[in-house]
């Protein structure tokens, strides 16, 4: 069969159609995401932290953590000025449905600390792996390889933050993924999107232009426990001192 | 879900332990090969004739106790079938998958190897007098080789000594490896530390000696042989100096952290006189140490009789298992009752018939027996015997 001029201008607009339908089922397009071009932590400002518990809340959500576990939970922290080493702490569900508000006492501090992987530079949790399911990305996170986690639970031992769990549903150690599926797409994590107050920042440590490096410039920022030289990069600012 | 209960402040991931009791023995099984094996390895490198009628027994105790060991880390693991990995591909920075071959090379190239080389001969004149299917087991453990010339003994002999020079250190490093498992945990304070190996080391020699002890002194009375009291007297010796090293290095520890009173001090002094108070002061301290130490220790100052001594040297090898056992929960399950927060505690609750229950470490723990009886049936490890003897006896 001849294809003339005619029978083309015809099979032009039904091939554009067929095309449009075909990229309608295809996976939504990630950005041209280079790892080597990022160096991913978290920015957590306690000033601005009202244990809402929305963070917990839209993480189980969104990553489907099984009951009674967490990815990210928030501590209330009560500390009386006489007696910082041992301060009072609670953290109901993990601060999922918020704090019950206790009355207010002199003498008494009381403040929230949003807790979550540190994506640690120099992890232990890494490094106990027996079969390295456990690694760091090139872009700075540590996550776990389901298909591959014997679920032998050192990693669970050696995370000094208590940020791992054994995940009864998949058998396996289970942990913050710092929404990786999401930054990856140039979206920040559920926990920070949630944020009301903006307590939580995805940090991009080798972004120049990321706020971040203005907020360290000019503020005192601390990592939760930096005698153990885990490489931590959840950054706190305003951290007191009676935090462990 | 039903969540432990909790006393302060514990990290919410933290509040269900990750290891249970088949984490509990697991190193004591390991514990009692290593002990087992360097009590054997007395006989052999240092010349210490008066454990010999305990060698044999000593190395099959250790294999039987080996062949297990393995079993409840597997029942452990979330996705055992995935356990070949650790030796496939392998992560060289984990002290657990370093571990897998530290196992593998003791198995196979000490134990199994040294037993071979030991029984060799038995085994031949086995294969050559026995009937039916025992007659092809002896064959296929020949490996082929049928000379028993006093030439070829005289080679085994000389290989089975480097075997078991060899397998000294390959015992203290599969049981410090072990120590090393725990030792190396910097987030863990009640476990981080220097002296872990070296005390698992001293404590599995305790553990071995005194289940050898034990063993030889049970399959004695079921054989109704008369116990060699010299062989009897130099083992209880050399529970007595293990266990008051294994002891020595313990205390310093204790003493150490008490002393330093760093940051973690308030919570494990905490745990030692509550949560740990029976398991640790009690069993692991007073019944599991001090008596059996001072009972060991009344038979080198008092001068007893037989009989007495017999029944001291049972009694201080039962509290010392005891004991060990009691060391290794208080190591494993001890370190994780309290908080990585230093602000609270958890409490450990076990099954019964479940994955990680008390029966199946119960199980575990009593199947090396069977194991063992097997083994000694099949290569009967007594001086005067052999396997075509015994057999032909039975």
Known sequence: ?244 | MTMPAVQGYMYPNERELAWSILIVIYPYITGLVAGAFILASLERVFHVEAVKPTYRLALLTALAFLLVAPLPLQLHLGHPERSIEMYLTPHRTSAMAMFGFVYLWYLMAVLVLEIWLDFRADIVRAALAERGWRRWFYRVLTLGSYNISPRALAIDERAGYIVTVVGIPSALLLHGYVGFIFGSVKANPWWSSPLMPVVFIFSAMVSGIAAVLLIYMFTSWRRRCPIDMRCLDSIARYLLYTFLIDFSLEMLDLVHRIYEADESFRSLDFMLHTKLYLSQVVIQIYIGTLVPLALLALTQIVSLGVRHRKRIYALAASLALVGIFAMRWNVVIGGQLFSKSFLGYTTYKIGFVTREGLLPAIVLMLLPIPILWVLVKLLPPWPADTAAGASAAS
């Open chain 1, 1 to 244: 069969m001849n294809i003339t001029r005619r029978h083309l201008l015809l099979l032009f607009p039904a091939a554009a159609m067929s095309w449009e339908s075909l990229q309608a089922g295809a996976p939504e397009q990630a950005p041209n995401y280079q790892m080597y071009k990022h160096w991913w932590g978290m920015l957590l400002d306690i000033s601005k932290c009202i244990g809402c518990g929305n963070c917990v809340r839209a993480c189980a959500a969104e990553n489907n953590v099984p009951e009674g576990y967490f990815r990210t939970w928030v501590e209330r922290y009560r500390v009386r000025d006489e007696d910082m080493p041992y301060p009072q702490v609670d953290s109901p569900d993990g601060g999922m449905h918020g704090f019950p508000a206790l009355p207010a006492e002199p003498g008494v501090k009381e403040f929230f600390v949003p807790k979550m992987c540190n994506h640690c530079a120099d992890s232990p949790c890494t490094q106990v792996c027996p079969v390295g399911a456990t690694f760091i990305t090139p872009d700075g996170v540590v996550l776990v390889d389901k298909e591959y986690c014997l679920g032998c639970r050192y990693c669970v031992q050696a995370c000094p933050y208590g940020c791992r769990f054994f995940n009864p549903s998949t058998r396996t150690a289970d942990k913050c993924t710092l929404c990786y599926h999401r930054i990856t797409k140039g979206l920040t994590t559920a926990c920070c999107e949630a944020c009301p107050t903006g307590a939580r920042q995805l940090a991009d440590l080798k972004n120049p232009n990321d706020p971040i490096h203005a907020f360290m410039r000019t503020h005192s920022v601390q990592v939760l426990k930096p005698y153990l030289a885990t490489g931590a990069k959840d950054f706190y600012y305003d951290l007191d001192g009676a935090v462990r």
